[in-house]
Nanobody, 127 residues
Framework: VQLQASGGGWVQAGGSLRLSCSVSGGTFSSYGLGWFRQAPGKDREFVAA????????FYGDSVKGRFTISRDNAKNGVYLQMNILKPEDTAVYYC?????????????????????WGQGTLVTVSS
């Protein structure tokens, strides 16, 4: 499985960006999909995830109400709409995929749950 993230860039605080991630290989519709981010000097942080099937979504506390994860099974794509961006959202954002059977309890929040990762896309939010 290969993932490629895009859509990062520079934006002023309060603005919006939409990240995209294309997924190739395997059965896309069966994957649990997630977004994580990593700021300089910090650990990788869970941002959002979506289960296949019922498409339940989950968000990190710091982005809840501002970010929205979505997927398009026809295009093998997963997206992260980011609104009301803040300087503390500045980070490299990574998309990730895993077999949905690995989504046990709150496992979707852990980076170790995901077996495939994109290369990351940088988001910079200026104050």
């Amino acid at each position: 499985v290969q993932l490629q993230a895009s859509g990062g860039g520079w934006v002023q605080a309060g603005g919006s960006l939409r990240l995209s991630c294309s997924v190739s290989g395997g059965t896309f519709s069966s994957y649990g999909l997630g977004w994580f981010r990593q700021a300089p000097g910090k650990d990788r942080e869970f941002v959002a995830a979506m289960r296949p099937g019922d498409r339940n979504t989950f968000y990190g506390d710091s982005v809840k109400g501002r970010f929205t994860i979505s997927r398009d099974n026809a295009k093998n794509g997963v997206y992260l709409q980011m609104n009301i961006l803040k300087p503390e959202d500045t980070a490299v954002y990574y998309c990730a995929a895993t077999d949905a059977r690995n989504y046990i309890s709150s496992a979707y929040r852990r980076s170790s749950t995901y077996s495939s990762w994109g290369q990351g896309t940088l988001v910079t939010v200026s104050s």
